[in-house]
């Protein structure tokens, strides 16, 4: 096992810049995970981790040690692809030995590794069934298998769950957590499905455009995203967002004025000095509906049940939809028009450069009568 550190790298193709001096450390026997939407840099920054690709400039380090000019395999990488790349005609006996022996080592040395592996993967009842026998799940284990075997310092993961379908995904999902409870060996995950990210990371890396907007845990991007764009694709469904005018208010935190509502005073640092345009950000669960008495508000144009769940949509003046997360068991219907309140706790503020606003260092929720959205 060992710890990986990026100091300020870059990796450009021609004079496109694909990685913009991204700097981090992933600790020994972390999972980490990148994630990002397509185009965002981050398979291109797992191919340089792995030696894939060549650093433009900067530094990574693994264990300590420049690897800059290794080779993969003196790297101690392993790596699982987006596709199986198994060898049909092979066993999953032979498909996980293929790296022992490439590798030159011993006979009973491959045996052992093998069926070590194997029996943490739960296919050493599978050993000599051919890759056209197996499941999509069972095939991605035997890919992980031929990584595990050469007990690399590092496993990586190129969104290997995106052939699987969607229960497949679950399953294969929690097996790779099982995994990295069991080894407790360094991985590094890419996917640009946020629901894995969530449920597999011990820490995110959020990727955008060849930068980094923000490293945490789950909790922490969650609760306290850095950014409107982190905010927006870290949750699902994402967060709200509103045009306002925000105001500070001092030892307060900041008011700002929702159009067609009124005002609210949220517990967060403003650093404006005056009046100043910003994005109010409520996300699903935290809005509060409650049936119009006056036929005004809002109007949902759909509503989704999930059984555990339900989602109202409702649409505002300019066209756009707002998502309002509630009970199962409410009565909200299609056509029904709604009012809107939040606890200004659980909102956040976003100024002109989408950064985040910092929460006071002490704060209660603020509540004022007229702070409800029609």
Sequence with gaps: M????????????????????????IGDG??????????CGKSTLLRLIAGLESITHG???????????????ERGIGMVFQSYALYPHMSVYQNIAFGLKLA?????????????????????????????A?????????????AMAREPKILLFDEPLSNLDAALRVQT??????????????MIYVTHDQVEAMTLADRIVVLNAGHVEQIGTPRELYERPASRFVAGFIGSPKMNFIEVTAHPVPEQGCRVEISAVGQRTLPLAFSAGSASEATLGVRPEHLIPSPSKDGQGLEIVNVEYLGSEAYLYLERDDGELLVCRTQASSSFQRGERVVLDFDPVHAHLFDRDGRAMAPLARHESITEPQGTMS
């Excluded at 197996?134 to 031929?146: C, E, F, K, P, T």
């Design 2 to 25: 060992a710890g990986v550190k990026l100091e300020r790298v870059n990796k450009r193709f021609g004079s496109t810049r694909v990685i913009d001096d991204v700097s981090m450390a």
């Design 30 to 39: 972390e999972f980490v995970v990148f994630v990002g939407p397509s185009g």
């Design 59 to 73: 530094d990574l380090l693994i264990d300590e040690q420049r690897v800059n000019n290794l080779t993969p395999q």
């Design 104 to 132: 030159k080592a011993d006979k009973q040395t491959v045996d052992e590794r093998v069926r070590q592996t194997a029996k943490i993967l739960q296919l050493d009842g599978l050993l000599e069934r051919l890759p056209k």
């Design 134 to 146: 197996l499941s999509g799940g069972q095939r991605q284990r035997v890919a992980i298998g031929r």
């Design 173 to 186: 999902r929690n097996e790779i957590a099982r995994l990295h409870e069991r080894l407790g060996s360094t």
